[in-house]
């Protein structure tokens, strides 16, 4: 039986994760910030002693894009020192890795989808701390595949889709950037790709280097917005109106690329995973969580 040894078990890709391998059999030891300080050398080479993984997953990340930027600091140990230090005790003990990186590792300015041969420019201490988790990766270990991705949401966690359906809830009108693109990418279809890698690295049949994986399709915030109280609409009866703005309208402290689109074709020919498209895992999303909410506010028949 493959054994995966997981790191950042406590977030939202992690939990899918971690209920996806729960599901295929999958020996899984996942750990947490909690569990295990990932910047430290000693107790990194501890974890993987003890799991003896045949694949390990980094799924651990500092992703408060805005936060990041008054904390450069915490933000590289965790995204750029981390992963690097990772690499080498893999390397150690001939460990295959799979680390998750972002689409934020581009400036956005690509006019249509950026594919992994295209230049990085980060525009934020969040991109430029990921962007050196990846070379901090390649120099310390040969045996590791970068997975990027992007817009990532889905039941775990908090993301995206969840405050939109909760201030769908709150409010009569949301309103949404409309001028920056991307690709939403549901934990469940990003699970699948991960596991799919760790499986051909542990069976000696993954090509290691730096791919894409994103959901198929491609929309605006606006356009995601808009079918998450679409989806919503269906379970509460709520009109909300999601009203399309640009990004100078709602600024913030760090920059988004414009466009963050990924093709994932590499992917797909390499591992044979292609994600659903985006709309449909949108809906199949907010109505498992809509439906888990309907579920704990309906009365309990007494015995």
């Known amino acids: 039986m493959m054994r995966i040894l997981l790191f950042g078990a406590a977030g939202q890709l992690g939990r899918e994760v971690t209920a996806l391998a729960a599901e295929r059999g999958i020996e899984l030891t996942g750990l947490d910030h909690k569990a295990l300080d990932i910047s430290d050398p000693v107790a990194v080479a501890r974890a993987i002693e003890a799991a003896r993984p045949d694949a390990l997953i980094n799924a651990a990340a500092y992703t408060a894009v805005d936060k990041a930027e008054s904390e450069p600091e915490i933000a590289g140990r965790i995204n750029a020192f ?26 956005g300015t690509k006019k249509g989808a950026y594919v992994e041969a295209d230049p990085i420019a980060p525009i934020g201490v969040y991109g430029r701390t990921k962007a050196a988790g990846e070379a901090a990766v390649r120099a310390a270990h040969e045996r590791h595949v970068i997975v990027r991705t992007s817009w990532v949401y889905g039941v775990y966690g908090n993301n995206f889709l969840k405050t939109m359906l909760r201030l769908a809830g709150e409010r009569d009108l ?130």
């Open 82 to 107: 981390a992963p690097g230090l990772i690499a080498e005790r893999c390397a150690r003990y001939r460990t295959p890795l799979i680390h998750v990186s972002t689409d934020y590792v581009f400036d």
């Open 174 to 303: 949301l309103k949404v950037v409309s001028d920056q693109r991307g690709c939403p990418t549901a934990t469940r279809d990003l699970a699948t790709a991960v596991l799919k890698v760790a499986e051909a690295a542990a069976g000696g049949d993954a090509r290691w280097g730096t791919y894409h994986f994103a959901g198929r399709g491609a929309t605006s915030w606006h356009g995601f917005a808009s079918a998450i109280v679409a989806a919503a609409a269906a379970h509460t009866g709520r009109n909300v109106e999601v009203a399309p703005i640009t990004t100078a309208e709602y600024p913030t402290p760090a920059r988004r690329p414009k466009n963050s689109e990924l093709a994932s074709d590499l992917f797909e020919r390499t591992f044979g995973v292609r994600a659903a498209a985006w709309e449909t895992r949108v809906k199949e999303v907010v109505d498992a969580l809509l439906a888990e909410t309907a579920k704990a506010q309906s009365p309990v028949e007494a015995s």
